[in-house]
């Protein structure tokens, strides 16, 4: 089955303990992205990848960082997460002949 | 820059109801329009989609026109279900796999 798969789904952590966030996708997409989700904001981008060892920001990218060494393997890591990075995280990646997103689950991050 | 704006939530109908979302943009481009959806605890799912202005995208009853002329992707449903309840999203993006660009979300809940 074609999808993308995040972990964990569910994470509270303390402030200033690094995270990563796991996401890998089996459909050889070359571009996959971060999204967090806020209500009233809808999703905002945080960084995406157009292949292996290419990303680049997207509009919220401070506090976090990313890396593409393999093309189904795209983690999102927080360095020091502080309470403002609590949000609802997205995974996606773009198939680009049907021009179509596939969305991961969901990570729901707690900071305390 | 490119934005989506969308009617503010949550939008409580009864069912069998008629389902209007409205959703208008701005764009510098020719974007293509999307609706996802959003189920409790879960993540995003594509609705429909329309790439180019007076297309219509429509799926499970849903359908909403891409209108260039007053830059409007509204959402509509003639009978809605308790099981329509969810959260829904309006997007652009120019097919370039960069970035989704997404409204703030409405909330609908549908009662029996």
């Known amino acids: 089955e074609a999808q993308v798969t995040q972990n964990p789904r569910y994470l509270i952590t303390v402030t200033g303990k690094k995270l990563t966030v796991t996401c890998s996708q089996n459909?050889?997409?070359?571009?996959m992205s971060w999204y967090r989700q806020d209500p009233g904001l809808g999703l905002r981008q945080i960084y995406y990848?157009?292949?292996?060892?290419?990303?680049d920001k997207g509009d919220v990218p401070e506090g976090y960082k990313v890396s593409r060494k393999e093309k189904r393997n795209f983690p999102l890591i927080l360095e020091s997460p502080s309470p403002n990075q609590t949000s609802l995280y997205f995974c996606?990646?773009?198939?680009?002949?049907?021009?179509?997103?596939?969305f991961g689950s969901g990570t729901r991050l707690t900071v305390v | 820059g490119d934005s989506v704006t969308q009617m503010e939530g949550p939008v409580t109908l009864s069912e069998e109801a008629f389902l209007t979302i409205n959703c208008t943009y701005t764009?510098?481009?020719?974007?293509?329009l999307f609706w996802y959806v959003q189920y409790p605890g879960e993540g995003l799912q594509l609705l429909l989609k329309?790439?180019?202005?007076?297309d219509k995208g429509s799926n499970k009853g849903f359908e909403a026109t891409y209108r260039k002329e007053t830059t409007s992707f509204h959402l509509e449903k003639g009978s809605v279900q308790v099981s329509d309840s969810a959260v829904y999203f309006c997007?652009?993006?120019?097919?370039?796999?960069?970035?989704?660009?997404f409204g703030q979300g409405t909330e609908l809940s549908v009662k029996p």
């Open positions: 996606a990646s773009y198939e680009t002949q049907s021009m179509s997103y596939t």
């Open positions: 329309a790439t180019k202005a007076d």
């Open positions: 764009a510098t481009g020719y974007p293509s």
């Open positions: 990848s157009m292949n292996v060892e290419v990303t």
């Open positions: 997007a652009l993006d120019y097919n370039q796999g960069g970035k989704l660009i």
């Open positions: 459909m050889n997409h070359e571009y």
